[in-house]
């Protein structure tokens, strides 16, 4: 799951596929390939976008002596200004100093906070990347509420308490979610949501999907008043069938939501 990132930039993205003209095609000399391309060749788009919803990305930083606060803090309001919603994290504990958790419906757009705040002094130590999504269980629920899922205003206000998890159902012999009927998959997790219901007001829970795209099924954050509302909700749930017999759960990060000039003056001290 940890994965640091360097300080360079990646090479560029190989396009597959059949070329239509010289200039898309490497430029060849004595019929050998000089591994570069012409001036004409495509470039990279100026955006990538989902066709409903917003790309989530949980990017997880450590500062250290050469962190530029002030950079730091400019690329996330650069971001706000371009439309995109960035929840800043004071992260408690080892695993992480900051989370930037980013929503934006422009692949692109998270890709430069990222590299933004790598050139800011930043070290990536973990990330994690999803996509709002409607559940296929949540067919009879109203519009507006979709909507809500799909497009969340972030962060929700009185609720500073955060924490971020990944999740997978099981596939074990015996205990495989995905082989189970339609119907008894929409009772369990109809039972599950009922539950969180409970905790209306003291949590505020998105999850995001994110099969196909990373290491497990879904993103799961939490806001909640209070840490132990965190704890509460968390244990609470765990009790229902859908959690008990068929969730495993990856690794926790936890931390304060605050605005970002508050989040560095919290993890860089005295700069």
């Avoid at 999504?133 to 962060?155: F, H, I, M, N």
């Avoid at 099969?211 to 879904?218: A, C, K, P, R, S």
Wanted: hydrophobic share 40%.
């Amino acid at each position: 799951m940890r994965r640091r990132e360097r300080g360079r930039h990646p090479a560029p993205a190989r396009v597959w596929g059949a070329v239509g003209s010289q200039d898309a095609a490497e430029t060849t000399r004595n019929g050998r390939s000089t591994g570069r391309r012409g001036l004409d060749s495509p470039v990279v788009a100026s955006s990538l976008t989902v066709a409903s919803g917003l790309c989530v990305a949980h990017l997880f930083w450590h500062v250290g002596g050469d962190t530029d606060r002030d950079a730091a803090v400019e690329a996330i309001e650069k971001a706000g200004a371009e439309g995109d919603q960035v929840v800043c994290v004071a992260i408690v504990g080892h695993k992480a100093d900051v989370c930037t958790m980013i929503l934006s419906a422009d692949l692109w757009r998270i890709r430069d906070l990222q590299s933004r705040l790598r050139d800011a002094g930043l070290s990536l130590e973990s990330s994690y990347f999803s996509i709002t999504e409607v559940s296929e269980y949540a067919a009879g629920v109203p519009e507006e509420l979709k909507q809500a899922r799909l497009y969340p205003r972030l962060p929700p206000a009185g609720l500073p308490a955060w924490c971020f998890y990944p999740m997978s159902k099981r596939r074990n012999p015996g205990q495989n979610w995905y082989r189970l009927p339609y119907e008894e998959r929409e009772r369990m997790m109809y039972e599950h949501g009922a539950t969180g219901r409970k905790f209306k007001g003291r949590v505020l829970q998105l999850v995001t999907g994110s099969t196909g795209v990373d290491d497990w099924e879904w993103g799961v954050t939490l806001f909640a008043k209070t840490p132990d509302d965190l704890k509460a909700v968390v244990y609470t749930m765990r009790f229902d069938e859908v959690s008990a017999e068929y969730a495993e759960f990856g690794p926790f990060w936890t931390g304060a939501v605050a605005e970002p000039t508050e989040v560095f003056d919290r993890v860089l001290p005295g700069r």
